[in-house]
């Protein structure tokens, strides 16, 4: 990521690829439990935005460049 802002968002039903980027990739979720399988990962992020309306945690997603929304870096969580 170069200098200037990053953006920081909710987590919302359109981030579906960008779950399975993070969620079922062997070497990124190594430490964290192995990988989720890709079936699934739909209601999981339906479950998070859910989770996210209802006030119970912060699931932001990292935007290094607001001239590309579209373009995720990753996440930020924070549960109970």
Same mark, same amino acid.
């Given at each position: $990521?170069?200098?200037?802002?990053?953006?920081?968002?909710?987590?919302?039903?359109?981030?579906?690829?960008?779950?399975?980027? $993070?969620?079922?990739?062997?070497? $990124? $979720?190594?430490?964290?439990?192995? #990988?989720? #399988?890709?079936?699934?990962?739909?209601?999981?992020?339906?479950?998070?935005?859910?989770?996210?309306?209802?006030?119970?945690?912060?699931?932001?997603?990292?935007? #290094?460049?607001?001239?590309? #929304?579209?373009?995720?870096?990753?996440?930020?969580?924070?549960w109970r």
């Amino acid at each position: $990521m170069t200098g200037g802002p990053r953006l920081l968002r909710d987590v919302e039903l359109g981030d579906v690829e960008t779950y399975v980027r $993070m969620r079922c990739d062997p070497a $990124m $979720m190594a430490e964290l439990g192995g #990988p989720l #399988p890709r079936e699934g990962i739909e209601e999981k992020v339906a479950r998070d935005v859910a989770y996210v309306k209802s006030d119970l945690g912060w699931i932001k997603m990292i935007i #290094p460049d607001e001239a590309e #929304p579209e373009a995720v870096a990753g996440n930020v969580v924070l549960w109970r």
